[in-house]
Protein backbone atom coordinates (compact mmCIF):
# COMPACT_ATOMS: atom_id res chain seq x y z
CA UNK A 1 0.00 0.00 0.00
CA UNK A 2 1.18 3.47 -0.46
CA UNK A 3 1.98 5.86 2.39
CA UNK A 4 3.65 8.75 3.51
CA UNK A 5 5.62 9.46 6.33
CA UNK A 6 6.46 13.15 7.67
CA UNK A 7 8.80 11.99 10.83
CA UNK A 8 8.98 15.67 12.38
CA UNK A 9 5.41 16.88 13.75
CA UNK A 10 6.85 20.18 14.70
CA UNK A 11 10.25 21.96 13.20
CA UNK A 12 11.62 25.04 14.27
CA UNK A 13 14.38 26.99 13.06
CA UNK A 14 15.88 30.81 13.09
CA UNK A 15 14.71 33.33 10.43
CA UNK A 16 17.75 32.94 7.64
CA UNK A 17 19.02 29.03 9.05
CA UNK A 18 18.82 26.84 5.84
CA UNK A 19 15.18 24.08 6.92
CA UNK A 20 14.39 20.89 5.58
CA UNK A 21 11.22 19.16 5.65
CA UNK A 22 11.73 15.32 5.43
CA UNK A 23 9.11 13.44 3.28
CA UNK A 24 9.64 9.77 2.51
CA UNK A 25 7.21 7.17 0.68
CA UNK A 26 6.71 3.78 0.44
CA UNK A 27 5.20 2.61 -3.15
CA UNK A 28 6.80 0.55 -6.07
CA UNK A 29 5.33 2.07 -8.97
CA UNK A 30 6.38 6.08 -10.74
CA UNK A 31 4.42 8.03 -8.47
CA UNK A 32 3.87 11.44 -8.48
CA UNK A 33 4.81 13.51 -5.54
CA UNK A 34 3.70 16.85 -4.22
CA UNK A 35 4.10 19.66 -1.78
CA UNK A 36 0.96 21.22 -0.30
CA UNK A 37 1.62 24.38 1.97
CA UNK A 38 -1.53 25.04 4.63
CA UNK A 39 -0.96 28.90 6.04
CA UNK A 40 -2.79 29.30 9.38
CA UNK A 41 -6.80 29.06 9.48
CA UNK A 42 -6.07 29.06 5.20
CA UNK A 43 -6.46 26.68 2.34
CA UNK A 44 -4.00 24.23 1.36
CA UNK A 45 -2.61 25.36 -1.80
CA UNK A 46 -0.34 23.52 -4.20
CA UNK A 47 3.36 24.41 -3.39
CA UNK A 48 5.48 22.46 -5.51
CA UNK A 49 5.28 18.93 -7.65
CA UNK A 50 8.04 17.13 -8.40
CA UNK A 51 7.45 16.84 -12.01
CA UNK A 52 7.56 20.82 -12.84
CA UNK A 53 10.96 20.78 -11.25
CA UNK A 54 10.32 24.42 -10.18
CA UNK A 55 11.19 26.55 -6.89
CA UNK A 56 8.36 28.38 -5.57
CA UNK A 57 8.98 31.13 -3.02
CA UNK A 58 12.75 29.39 -3.20
CA UNK A 59 11.66 25.74 -1.73
CA UNK A 60 12.94 23.27 -3.95
CA UNK A 61 12.36 19.52 -3.74
CA UNK A 62 14.46 16.74 -5.11
CA UNK A 63 12.91 13.36 -5.86
CA UNK A 64 15.23 10.48 -4.56
CA UNK A 65 14.27 7.38 -5.93
CA UNK A 66 16.73 5.42 -4.20
CA UNK A 67 16.17 6.82 -0.84
CA UNK A 68 12.28 7.11 -1.54
CA UNK A 69 12.08 10.43 -0.32
CA UNK A 70 10.91 13.89 -1.65
CA UNK A 71 12.46 16.28 0.82
CA UNK A 72 11.75 19.96 1.17
CA UNK A 73 14.20 22.44 1.30
CA UNK A 74 14.94 26.30 1.54
CA UNK A 75 18.02 27.94 1.63
CA UNK A 76 17.23 30.81 4.11
CA UNK A 77 13.55 30.52 6.09
CA UNK A 78 11.43 33.54 6.13
CA UNK A 79 9.39 34.01 9.10
CA UNK A 80 6.15 34.11 6.17
CA UNK A 81 7.27 30.57 5.78
CA UNK A 82 5.78 29.40 9.14
CA UNK A 83 2.62 26.86 8.17
CA UNK A 84 2.13 23.43 8.13
CA UNK A 85 3.80 21.65 5.07
CA UNK A 86 1.94 18.26 3.95
CA UNK A 87 3.53 15.87 1.37
CA UNK A 88 1.14 13.99 -1.15
CA UNK A 89 1.44 11.26 -3.00
CA UNK A 90 -0.58 10.28 -6.37
CA UNK A 91 -0.14 7.61 -9.16
CA UNK A 92 -2.72 7.71 -12.15
CA UNK A 93 -5.79 5.67 -10.80
CA UNK A 94 -5.39 6.09 -7.42
CA UNK A 95 -6.07 8.50 -5.29
CA UNK A 96 -3.85 10.95 -3.23
CA UNK A 97 -1.77 10.12 0.01
CA UNK A 98 -0.99 12.58 2.08
CA UNK A 99 1.40 12.56 4.99
CA UNK A 100 0.90 13.64 8.59
CA UNK A 101 2.03 16.86 8.10
CA UNK A 102 5.03 18.93 9.91
CA UNK A 103 4.63 21.92 11.33
CA UNK A 104 7.31 24.81 10.10
CA UNK A 105 7.55 27.47 12.92
CA UNK A 106 10.13 30.37 11.74
CA UNK A 107 11.64 32.43 14.15
CA UNK A 108 12.70 35.84 14.32
CA UNK B 1 -13.24 32.79 -11.03
CA UNK B 2 -13.74 31.60 -7.01
CA UNK B 3 -12.11 27.93 -7.43
CA UNK B 4 -13.96 25.60 -4.67
CA UNK B 5 -16.15 27.29 -2.04
CA UNK B 6 -17.46 25.52 0.63
CA UNK B 7 -20.27 26.36 3.28
CA UNK B 8 -20.62 26.84 5.67
CA UNK B 9 -17.14 27.43 7.18
CA UNK B 10 -18.11 26.96 10.70
CA UNK B 11 -20.69 25.04 12.62
CA UNK B 12 -21.19 23.36 15.97
CA UNK B 13 -24.01 20.81 16.13
CA UNK B 14 -25.29 18.12 18.60
CA UNK B 15 -24.81 14.60 18.74
CA UNK B 16 -27.18 13.37 16.75
CA UNK B 17 -27.92 15.57 14.38
CA UNK B 18 -27.73 16.18 10.57
CA UNK B 19 -26.41 18.37 8.71
CA UNK B 20 -24.84 18.78 5.01
CA UNK B 21 -21.41 20.62 3.89
CA UNK B 22 -22.21 22.23 0.57
CA UNK B 23 -19.24 22.30 -1.85
CA UNK B 24 -19.22 24.18 -5.43
CA UNK B 25 -16.23 24.43 -7.68
CA UNK B 26 -16.51 26.60 -10.74
CA UNK B 27 -13.15 25.30 -12.50
CA UNK B 28 -14.48 22.81 -14.47
CA UNK B 29 -13.01 19.75 -12.61
CA UNK B 30 -14.30 15.94 -13.26
CA UNK B 31 -13.29 14.95 -9.95
CA UNK B 32 -14.00 16.18 -6.70
CA UNK B 33 -13.32 14.89 -2.95
CA UNK B 34 -13.91 14.96 0.87
CA UNK B 35 -11.39 14.97 3.11
CA UNK B 36 -10.97 14.99 7.15
CA UNK B 37 -8.06 17.00 8.78
CA UNK B 38 -7.38 16.12 12.27
CA UNK B 39 -4.56 16.66 14.44
CA UNK B 40 -0.94 14.35 14.14
CA UNK B 41 -3.18 12.37 10.91
CA UNK B 42 -2.91 14.81 8.28
CA UNK B 43 -5.71 14.50 5.99
CA UNK B 44 -7.72 11.63 5.35
CA UNK B 45 -10.16 10.94 2.31
CA UNK B 46 -13.37 10.32 3.00
CA UNK B 47 -15.55 9.98 -0.39
CA UNK B 48 -14.56 11.04 -3.72
CA UNK B 49 -16.40 11.20 -7.09
CA UNK B 50 -14.08 10.55 -9.88
CA UNK B 51 -16.86 12.00 -12.58
CA UNK B 52 -20.41 13.06 -12.69
CA UNK B 53 -22.74 10.32 -11.72
CA UNK B 54 -20.12 8.40 -9.43
CA UNK B 55 -19.08 8.22 -5.63
CA UNK B 56 -17.04 5.85 -4.39
CA UNK B 57 -15.49 5.51 -0.67
CA UNK B 58 -12.08 6.47 0.34
CA UNK B 59 -10.04 5.46 3.83
CA UNK B 60 -13.25 6.65 6.62
CA UNK B 61 -16.60 6.92 4.96
CA UNK B 62 -18.39 5.29 7.46
CA UNK B 63 -20.99 8.04 9.10
CA UNK B 64 -21.22 9.74 5.66
CA UNK B 65 -22.43 10.12 2.70
CA UNK B 66 -22.14 11.99 -0.49
CA UNK B 67 -24.25 13.03 -3.28
CA UNK B 68 -22.23 14.82 -7.07
CA UNK B 69 -25.16 16.87 -7.69
CA UNK B 70 -23.92 18.27 -11.15
CA UNK B 71 -20.06 18.50 -12.30
CA UNK B 72 -20.28 21.49 -10.11
CA UNK B 73 -21.47 20.22 -6.83
CA UNK B 74 -20.67 17.46 -4.28
CA UNK B 75 -22.09 17.76 -0.90
CA UNK B 76 -20.96 15.57 2.24
CA UNK B 77 -24.18 14.39 4.36
CA UNK B 78 -23.69 13.29 8.40
CA UNK B 79 -27.19 11.82 9.04
CA UNK B 80 -26.08 11.23 12.85
CA UNK B 81 -23.34 13.03 13.72
CA UNK B 82 -20.81 12.01 16.37
CA UNK B 83 -18.40 13.12 18.86
CA UNK B 84 -15.57 11.37 16.67
CA UNK B 85 -17.10 13.37 13.36
CA UNK B 86 -15.53 17.17 14.89
CA UNK B 87 -12.59 17.79 12.90
CA UNK B 88 -11.81 20.99 9.62
CA UNK B 89 -13.55 19.30 6.33
CA UNK B 90 -12.30 20.21 2.84
CA UNK B 91 -13.54 19.40 -0.15
CA UNK B 92 -10.99 19.58 -3.06
CA UNK B 93 -10.90 18.96 -6.86
CA UNK B 94 -9.18 18.45 -9.85
CA UNK B 95 -9.02 18.06 -13.28
CA UNK B 96 -8.44 14.59 -14.35
CA UNK B 97 -10.46 11.27 -13.37
CA UNK B 98 -8.34 10.57 -10.53
CA UNK B 99 -4.78 10.28 -9.67
CA UNK B 100 -1.61 12.88 -10.84
CA UNK B 101 -3.14 15.68 -10.74
CA UNK B 102 -2.71 19.00 -8.37
CA UNK B 103 -5.98 19.30 -6.07
CA UNK B 104 -7.13 22.29 -5.30
CA UNK B 105 -8.79 22.83 -2.14
CA UNK B 106 -11.97 24.78 -0.64
CA UNK B 107 -11.33 27.12 2.97
CA UNK B 108 -12.31 24.56 4.89
CA UNK B 109 -15.62 23.56 7.29
CA UNK B 110 -14.87 23.63 11.01
CA UNK B 111 -17.35 21.23 12.71
CA UNK B 112 -17.76 20.73 15.96
CA UNK B 113 -20.12 17.75 18.07
CA UNK B 114 -21.13 18.46 21.39
Known amino acids: AQRVTQPEKLLSVFKGAPVELKCNYSYSGSPELFWYVQYSRQRLQLLLR??SRESIKGFTADLNKGETSFHLKKPFAQEEDSAMYYC??????????FGPGTRLSVLP | NAGVTQTPKFQVLKTGQSMTLQCAQDMNHNSMYWYRQDPGMGLRLIYYSASEGTTDKGEVPNGYNVSRLNKREFSLRLESAAPSQTSVYFC?????????????FGDGTRLSIL
Open chain 2, 92 to 104: ASSIGERGNQPQH
Open chain 1, 50 to 51: HI
Open chain 1, 88 to 97: ALAEYGQNFV
